[in-house]
């Protein structure tokens, strides 16, 4: 089993930053991905950032430069910096991560952006 803790989130003003941090534990093995979902009230959890193998990245349409993510290999963490955040990004963000092949989830960790 894998465990996966998400830490950093919070009320933040529009434009302000916070930085997601995801702590992987647990029998990890492979990483074929892992990185950062989100979801809304109301809404389906859609993509935000990842790591997807091959050390490529994708990000949702909606980051436009907003965001970026990193990790610590040794540590099997990662780590989401949000510049510029908008009331729109409110969420609930979830860490992921596919470790050989089974796929994991945080329990996610609530962002507010509001004034």
């Known amino acids: 089993q894998v465990q996966l803790v998400e830490s950093g989130g919070g009320l933040v003003q529009p434009g302000g930053s916070l930085r997601l941090s995801c702590a992987a534990s647990g029998r990890i093995t492979v990483i074929n991905r892992m990185g950062w979902y989100r979801q809304a009230p109301g809404q389906e959890r859609e993509l935000v950032a990842s790591f997807i193998g091959g050390g490529k990245t994708a990000y949702g349409n909606f980051v436009k430069g907003r965001f970026t993510i990193s990790r610590d290999n040794a540590k099997n963490m990662v780590y989401l910096q949000m510049n510029n955040l908008k009331p729109e990004d409110t969420a609930i963000y979830y860490c992921?991560?596919?470790?050989?092949?089974?796929?994991?989830w945080g329990p996610g960790i609530q962002v507010t952006v509001s004034s």
């Open positions: 992921n991560l596919m470790n050989d092949g089974w796929l994991y």
